[in-house]
């Protein structure tokens, strides 16, 4: 036996003192407990009061047959092994027992000692077999009832989590509804005070969102710059009209006092545009949509990529739309001032996807970060100064893409480039 196991309960039922002292004796010295008893109406009592694994009984005995009596002990210990020890193995008692399933095996008498044992050490491991099964279904059982309340809190959660999903996209809903809304209202109020800054803010957008189509944004600079297109001169509200219209009619005669007024307006327009979209970055580009890419501007002199990128894209646009001169001079004026007011990239950006400029049908428009070999050139590139870099109909390679790269850092390109679709 593995003395790591304790030793395995045994009873022994026989009237026969003799027999029971023999067989008690020969399974001690195995190291198992045996209890030996020899009424087997007294064995049934002690069955109901404590388990064992293995049952051995005579079958011819003056109380009880010990078939009747495994029978009876079934009932009361349905997992141990039950052995019937007789002299005479009729065949009706072998069918009776088997066609019962009480008997585990049959021993005859005289037993023999090696019989005898290896029949009782056969019946313990199936008693712990059986038990262990028996222990495993149970804690199968409960890891099944656990995994259904599992599952069952699961699909509670995830019910609930839809739930709460769809209440937070209606409220995402709302809110949106709301927010354009209220840029609406912002676009109706500059109009009700100057229609021409409501006309203007209205163009701003549609310019805004087809850049902001484009994949030259982030999340939050696409949102930038819708945003600050409707309410980057609701700091207007607070110029006089007056100033206003001798800004657009008579700009040269406006006083130091006067222009400085109208230089403050991005920063009012970043105070007020906080109560409808409190986002920092929204702030940022409507105050920044009058800098210059030379660092000109106001109010706060920035220059280059110290300027938000959606803030350079937003200066072109307001730039075309508060130019008042005809579309293709308006166009021209851009280009000239590209690399001085505006950034030359936010300036193709913006000729490219606003459709004012028709193009032969093979021929397409680019940004400089979107160069790659294999293109041909529709028209030559040029330096600020007038010095040809890249002929037109010259097809580009990874050098001559780092070269145009480099000059430009070194001195802004500022014209169109177009190539060959």
Known sequence: MNPANPPSEILIVDDEPIVLVALKETLERENYH?????????????????????????????????????????????????????????????VDAINKGEIFRFVAKPWL????????????????????????????????????????????????????????????????????SSLELCRRILTAYDPVLGGQAKALVEFASRMAETEHFSDAERHALRSAAWLCDVGLIGVPRELLRSFRSKPESLSERERAMLHHHPIYSQTLAALVDPRVEVGEVIRSHHERFDGAGYPDGLSGPKIPWAARCLAVAVGFVESGLPKQATIDTLLAKAGKEYDPEAVRLFIKVSHLVHLPRQVREILLDELEPGMVLASGIYSPHGLLLIGEGQALGPATIAKIRTHNQIAPINQRLLVYS
């Open 34 to 94: 045996v209890v030996a008893c020899t009424s087997p109406v007294k064995a049934l009592a002690i069955l109901a009061e404590r388990p064992f694994a293995v049952i051995i009984s005579d079958q011819r005995m003056p109380e009880m047959m010990g078939l009747d009596f495994l029978v009876e002990s079934r009932r009361l210990q349905p997992h141990a092994s039950r052995i019937l020890v007789t002299a005479v193995l009729a065949l009706p008692t072998i």
């Open 113 to 180: 000692r090696e019989e005898m044992l290896a029949t009782v050490r056969n019946a313990i491991q199936r008693h712990e077999l059986i038990t262990h099964n028996q222990a495993l279904q149970a804690e199968t059982q409960q890891l099944n009832a656990r995994l259904m309340a599992a599952n069952s809190e699961l699909e509670a959660r995830v019910r609930d989590l839809e739930h709460q999903r769809g209440q937070l996209d209606a409220a995402n809903r709302e809110l949106n509804t709301r927010y354009e």
